[in-house]
């Protein structure tokens, strides 16, 4: 018989992915999500806080899940972060996304890329072209078959976490995955 | 997500009542919309996914159904189409797409009320409404997988695009990312 709900992560987190935090930690933490989903901005503080508390022996991943037809900026935000990651900036475009979902027009894309000094008409350009919406697709493909059904969705070494999206229970749950 | 309290009334007899593997799919023709009529038997020659759900609007479904519309492309690559099934009559699915700009199905379960939920063993007696219950039927028209999820629990794709991948050709599977 095939596991009634099939919760682990199929694809593991590796260096195709954004990764933040040391070379090797014994706890990661991977989220799926949407730059357009109201409850992935709410969680993007709760990974700060989390990033701030036990940043220096954890690692964060972020996968884009971009839920298109529901976000129509979603994708182009998801392949924006992509582009600003070409040249480097992929963390801090990430934060700006965030950090202003209902401004995810290409002007306001490209004035992101500018804010963060890169270049952001080869930027627009490459989103244009779709030059990473293979990438994003990859992404979305294998939070389907990981158990990802809507966002944010988050894992702990390679387990879905569903228990209550704060900062104590996320903590302990991480705490429990790491062995600290 | 789900309610904890309610957890153990969420799971029902149905899970062990939905049409397993190997049964035959019951026919049905409903309404797709309020002047056109789906019959399974439509389908024949490829695999159908069937997507019972409770009701248009909740906000599960809402997100089970947003999913399934995303991944549409997903499931026409594996060669399989798509329909959802609630006791909802016509005109409030066809608002229900309208809003959700959904692009498969919705049939209306309406009347005799949840018929076919009953006939494929996914219906809700005491409240009127069918499980979140998943059937991927094949080409030849045979249960080839179901699942009941626990009804405030969106079951996601994981294991219908398993079930699909296992329908494949065997040349071809490899080729299907």
């Not at chain 2, 809003?99 to 494929?120: I, N, Q, T």
Request: glycine share 8%; charged share 20%.
């Amino acid at each position: 018989m095939r596991p009634e709900l099939l919760e682990r992560l199929t694809v593991p987190v590796s260096k195709r992915d954004h990764i933040l935090g040391p070379a090797d930690t014994s706890a990661i933490l991977l989220e799926y999500g949407d730059y357009e989903c109201p409850a992935c901005g709410a969680a993007h503080p709760l990974v700060k806080a989390i990033l701030e508390s036990v940043g220096d022996r954890l690692r964060f991943a972020f996968r884009h899940f971009p839920l298109s037809n529901v976000h129509p900026h979603a994708e182009r935000a998801a392949e924006a972060a992509e582009a600003a990651g070409a040249q480097g900036g992929f963390w801090e475009m990430h934060d700006l996304l965030f950090e202003n979902q209902d401004a995810l027009d290409y002007d306001d894309l490209a004035e992101y890329a500018a804010m963060l000094g890169l270049d952001a008409s080869r930027l627009i350009r490459e989103i244009m072209a779709n030059a990473y919406a293979g990438r994003v697709r990859e992404d979305f493909s294998s939070g389907l078959r990981s158990g990802v059904n809507g966002t944010p969705t988050f894992f702990i070494n390679g387990v879905r976490y569903d228990g209550p999206r704060a900062l104590e229970p996320m903590l302990a749950a991480l705490a429990y995955a790491g062995g600290w | 997500m789900s309610n904890e309290t309610n957890y153990d009334q969420m799971y029902s007899q149905s899970r062990r009542t939905a049409l397993p593997s190997g049964t035959e799919a019951p026919d049905f023709s409903l309404r797709s919309t309020p002047d056109q009529w789906l019959s399974l038997s439509e389908f024949r020659g490829q695999p159908l996914i069937i997507a019972f759900y409770p009701a248009d609007w909740s906000p599960v479904c809402g997100d089970q159904m947003a999913l399934y519309n995303e991944i549409l492309p997903e499931f026409q690559k594996l060669g399989a189409k798509l329909v959802g099934i609630s006791v909802d009559g016509a005109w409030c699915h066809a608002a229900f797409a309208k809003d959700r700009k959904l692009h498969f199905p919705l049939l209306a379960d309406f009347e005799p009320k949840g018929a076919v939920a009953r006939s494929y063993g996914a219906y809700r007696e005491k409240d009127g409404v069918s499980e979140r219950a998943l059937f991927v039927i094949n080409a030849d028209g045979l249960v080839h997988w179901s699942y009941v999820s626990p009804v405030g629990v969106n079951p996601g794709a994981a294991g219908i695009l398993s079930a699909l991948e296992e329908l494949q050709p065997k040349k071809e599977a490899a080729a299907v990312s």
